[in-house]
């Protein structure tokens, strides 16, 4: 279970979320996206309106279903969402007064039962801040993945994640680990962009991951389309970006070689 997280907006994160989980279905693993993001970017990303979500993540956490009993189909084979709606507007609210703010999510989300119906990954779309959200998402997960934008500004905004993240660790779930940093709206004719990408890299080492996400405005398109630009236009930069991707991301873990 991995949680998909920057609090800064505009990184490509919910892309990320779409994208990598798409091309990950497409090779052939069954993967649960779960919007946790009161904004509903991901859910309406991939086909389910605001009106057609009946069920979402906001039930789950209240003990009203089960992960697995309301995640629906998207258009996507082995591609399933758990939609978000505006109630998660008042999660945070609601769960400040509960002694186990931090791991609602993780008691909500039974991993047997998501194991048992064959998901091979779970991806977490979090909001753009480290609201309780993002910290449940953080503490129901094995691992974050971070987007990185190519931009001034990047390493100051990863390193107040870090540290949010070494809180976690100390305080509620000492395991979690991040996944990769993924460079995201990387233009190679812009100076600034290969200057940051040199610099993430020379800091962070093998913590990058080696593909890199193009500014692509096939990514930028597909949403609107409800549907992820891997089958909005499969040969497009960005969809093959994220293919690759997905590639180097099954490689890490050790399904493929």
Request: hydrophobic residues 45%.
């Given at each position: 279970?991995i ?35 009161p904004?509903g ?25 089960s ?16 939609p978000?709606s ?67 500004f990047?390493l ?20 979690l ?5 993924l ?17 993430v890299?020379?800091?962070?080492g ?24 891997t ?27």
């Amino acid at each position: 279970m991995i949680a998909v997280a920057n609090q800064k907006g505009g990184v490509g994160k919910t892309t990320t979320v779409m994208n990598l989980g798409a091309a990950l279905a497409e090779k052939g693993m069954k993967v649960l996206i779960i919007d946790a993001d009161p904004q509903g970017n991901a859910s309406t990303g991939l086909g389910k309106s605001a009106v057609n979500r009946s069920r979402s993540l906001k039930d789950v956490m209240e003990g009203t279903g089960s992960a697995v009993e309301f995640a629906v189909e998207t258009d996507s084979p082995r591609l399933f969402l758990l939609p978000s709606s505006g109630d998660l507007n008042s999660a945070d609210i609601e769960m400040a007064a509960n002694p186990r703010r931090a791991l609602v999510l993780k008691d909500a989300l039974d991993r047997a039962e998501l194991s048992e119906a064959g998901f091979t990954h779970v991806l977490i779309d979090c909001p753009p801040s480290l609201n309780l959200l993002t910290v449940n998402a953080a503490v129901a997960a094995n691992s974050i993945l971070v987007p990185l934008q190519a931009e001034f500004f990047a390493l100051e905004g990863l390193s107040q994640l870090v540290v949010s993240i070494r809180e976690i660790r100390a305080s509620v779930h000492p395991q979690l680990y991040i996944e990769g940093i993924l460079l995201t709206m990387i233009d190679r004719r812009n100076n600034l962009s290969r200057q940051v990408e040199r610099d993430v890299r020379a800091n962070l080492g093998d913590l990058v991951m080696q593909t890199t996400i193009p500014r692509n405005v096939r990514l930028s398109e597909a949403p609107s389309h409800g549907r992820p630009a891997t089958s909005y236009d499969r040969s497009s930069a960005g969809s093959m970006a994220y293919m690759n991707a997905a590639a180097e991301f099954l490689k890490r873990e050790g399904r493929i070689t």
